[in-house]
T-cell receptor, first 116, second 113 residues
Framework: GAVVSQHPSRVICKSGTSVKIECRSL??????MFWYRQFPKKSLMLMAT?????????EQGVEKDKFLINHASLTLSTLTVTSAHPEDSSFYIC????????????FGPGTRLTVL | QKEVEQNSGPLSVPEGAIASLNCTYS??????FFWYRQYSGKSPELIMF????GDKEDGRFTAQLNKASQYVSLLIRDSQPSDSATYLC?????????????FGAGTRLAVHP
């Protein structure tokens, strides 16, 4: 099956610093990846759609200058949380769209971000 | 109105029973429907997807879709304690593009021995 990895799995940082999260598709090429955020006991909220070689498409209410997304290759998308604040603490999950027209997403294991 | 609605639960069923999880969606043009299972602190894992009206069975799981009623359900037969998790319904809206998914808030299932 398709495998998606995320790194780091857990990060703690000070307020005002920036944090980069990597999402990789390990055994397939993903032209489209997605970034979600999940607060405790809440559902996944789509933040943005990342397309290889083009600008990400952000959902309404998501600050593109705060959550920088780069999809530089067919197997890697990165999310950078800039000038992180405690309210950015959350579980960030990426997914990759299955290849060959299959409308399925394969999820990474998630990254727990804690901003002190 | 939320785009995808689920009862938050918890839904408590005895081991061996059938668990029935329900989901309604607001976008009548939605194309694809997914059920994910999420254990606490973990990311979602796909259980089933369904595109057409009717039933789709896979092992102990059956997904049911009724587009006229904008309703999709998941039945889990012979429920096991290991099935205890939050079940997320997800829908690809008609106007979403890029195959994006809209998730419901999830239903917490508790299977007790």
């Amino acid at each position: 099956g398709a495998v998606v990895s995320q790194h780091p799995s857990r990060v703690i940082c000070k307020s005002g610093t920036s944090v980069k999260i990597e999402c990789r598709s390990l055994d397939f090429q993903a032209t489209t990846m997605f970034w979600y955020r999940q607060f405790p006991k809440k559902s996944l909220m789509l933040m943005a759609t990342s397309n290889e070689g083009s600008k990400a498409t952000y959902e309404q209410g998501v600050e593109k200058d705060k959550f920088l997304i780069n999809h530089a290759s067919l197997t890697l998308s990165t999310l950078t949380v800039t000038s992180a604040h405690p309210e950015d603490s959350s579980f960030y999950i990426c997914s990759a769209l299955a290849p060959r027209g299959r409308n399925e997403q394969f999820f990474g294991p998630g990254t727990r971000l804690t901003v002190l | 109105q939320k785009e995808v609605e689920q009862n938050s639960g918890p839904l408590s069923v005895p081991e061996g029973a059938i668990a029935s999880l329900n989901c309604t969606y607001s976008d009548r043009g939605s194309q694809s429907f997914f059920w994910y299972r999420q254990y606490s602190g973990k990311s979602p894992e796909l259980i089933m997807f369904i595109y057409s009206n009717g039933d789709k069975e896979d092992g102990r799981f059956t997904a049911q879709l009724n587009k006229a009623s904008q309703y999709v359900s998941l039945l889990i037969r012979d429920s096991q304690p290991s099935d205890s998790a939050t079940y997320l319904c997800a829908v690809t809206p008609f106007s979403g593009g890029y195959n994006k998914l809209i998730f419901g808030a999830g239903t917490r299932l508790a299977v007790h021995p």
